[in-house]
């Protein structure tokens, strides 16, 4: 079952704020974040592992609260290039379901 | 970082004839590669995954016949759309696990069928 994300978009200037949310109606075991740019592939963000375990690649950083079955990811002090599409993944033994994306559009 | 290719990287095709991506690991070996589906705006849609040297697993609604996968070695699979229609037009995603507990992903093959 896909996990569910929110906003659908978000529109910022350089510089400033943005959480995006990612629930589920499962027990999340771990939780992992990618960004899409149009017409390209996924690029792997970050993971957030039950117990408090996080690996990312990026100076983004995220949540994971396993009681609520929800992490968010925190886009700080936006730049241009964080614009493209966010997808969360949840993990189910080695197949990842992702959310519809949110659309996050950086304006200078 | 982990690099996975896909060939070709866009394909147009003629409703009925069969179009074949291939997804590669570059420098690493991946027992394990998944395929997935992404319509225009929509999320990636797990279609299959690819275990080398045996059957692939396919999710449920996904047609093994029309979708033939094969992953010959441990850095290649292949996709066949066999008999393709329009409505098989869609960007194909390959990723591969490289030991990470993360994906790495492919580039992509957008697929036009006319």
């Known amino acids: 079952q896909q996990p569910v994300q929110s906003p659908q978009a978000v529109i910022l200037r350089e510089g400033e704020d943005a959480v995006i949310n990612c629930s589920s109606s499962?027990?999340?075991?771990?939780v992992h974040w990618y960004r899409q740019k149009h017409g390209e592939a996924p690029v792997f963000l970050m993971i957030?592992?039950?117990?408090?375990e996080q690996k990312g690649h990026e100076k983004i950083s995220a949540s994971f609260n396993e009681k609520k079955q929800q992490s968010s990811l925190y886009l700080t002090a936006s730049q241009l290039s964080y614009s493209g599409t966010y997808f969360c993944?949840?993990?189910?033994?080695?197949?990842?379901?992702f959310g519809a994306g949110t659309t996050v559009t950086v304006r200078a | 970082g982990a690099v996975v290719s896909q060939h070709p990287s866009w394909v147009i095709c003629k409703s009925g004839t069969s179009v074949k991506i291939e997804c590669r690991s570059l420098?690493?070996?991946?027992?394990?590669m998944f395929w997935y589906r992404q319509f225009p705006k929509q999320s990636l849609m797990l279609m299959a995954t690819?275990?080398?040297?045996?059957?692939?697993?396919?999710e449920q609604g996904v047609e093994k016949d029309k979708f033939l996968i094969n992953h010959a070695s441990l850095t290649l699979s292949t996709l066949t759309v066999t008999s393709a229609h329009p409505e098989d037009s869609s960007f194909y995603i390959c990723?591969?696990?490289?030991?990470?507990?993360?994906?790495?992903f492919g580039p992509g093959t957008r697929l036009t069928v006319t």
């Open positions: 499962k027990a999340l075991y771990s």
């Open positions: 690819s275990n080398e040297g045996s059957k692939a697993t396919y």
């Open positions: 993944g949840t993990a189910n033994d080695y197949k990842l379901s």
């Open positions: 990723s591969a696990e490289a030991g990470d507990p993360w994906q790495y």
């Open positions: 957030l592992l039950k117990g408090g």
């Open positions: 420098d690493f070996q991946a027992t394990t």
